[in-house]
T-cell receptor, first 113, second 112 residues
């Protein structure tokens, strides 16, 4: 089954404790991206990757890091999480940028206390 | 910068009736893509319908159709014969190149 898998689905952590949210897709997609969803703001793009070893900032990259060492994986790293990073996070992938449907993961609800 | 506006934070519709969700966007580009995504309580993002800006014809997917007015930069979603399962948050989205911009969403309730 074609899918994007995020883990964990829920995470509560403390300020400053490094964490990683994993994202994996099994569709051999080139394009992957991370979004955060906040009430009244919709989804905002954090980082995106056009292919292996190619990543770039989206609209709200501060406080986040990503890597794309393999085509299927695109982890999101919070080196020192802060309460303002409490949000719902989505990973998405598509065959290439823009032309076709983006497949979304199930979302990760992150709470930073 | 591109922006997407959904002016209706919440809407409701009676089961079997028709409802239209509004979306406007701002861009200086001529060739781009527009989407409507549905997010039910499960949080899953589900593509409802997609429109290429260079196509004059409005996209249709079963009970879902759009009214794409390129000059007015308007992209509304019409849901016909509304069903209880249509209750969800609906996001309008714009894509050009690496820019993928979502609107703030409209929460749709379907009344039995």
């Amino acid at each position: 089954e074609a899918q994007v898998t995020q883990n964990p689905r829920y995470l509560i952590t403390v300020t400053g404790k490094k964490l990683t949210v994993t994202c994996s897709q099994n569709m051999n997609h080139e394009y992957m991206s991370w979004y955060r969803q906040d009430p009244g703001l919709g989804l905002r793009q954090i980082y995106y990757s056009m292919n292996v070893e190619v990543t770039d900032k989206g609209d709200v990259p501060e406080g986040y890091k990503v890597s794309r060492k393999e085509k299927r994986n695109f982890p999101l790293i919070l080196e020192s999480p802060s309460p303002n990073q409490t949000s719902l996070y989505f990973c998405a992938s598509s065959l290439f940028l823009g032309a076709v449907e983006a497949f979304f993961g199930q979302g990760t609800r992150l709470t930073v206390v | 910068a591109q922006t997407v506006t959904q002016s209706q934070p919440e809407m409701s519709v009676q089961e079997a009736e028709t409802v239209t969700l509004s979306c406007t966007y701002d861009t200086s580009e001529s060739d781009y893509y527009l989407f409507w995504y549905k997010q039910p309580p499960s949080r899953q993002m589900i593509l409802v319908i997609r429109q290429e800006a260079y196509k004059q014809q409005n996209a249709t997917e079963n009970r879902f159709s759009v009214n794409f007015q390129k000059a007015a930069k308007s992209f509304s979603l019409k849901i016909s014969d509304s069903q209880l399962g249509d209750a969800a948050m609906y996001f309008c989205a714009y894509n050009y190149g690496q820019n993928f911009v979502f609107g703030p969403g409209t929460r749709l309730s379907v009344l039995p």
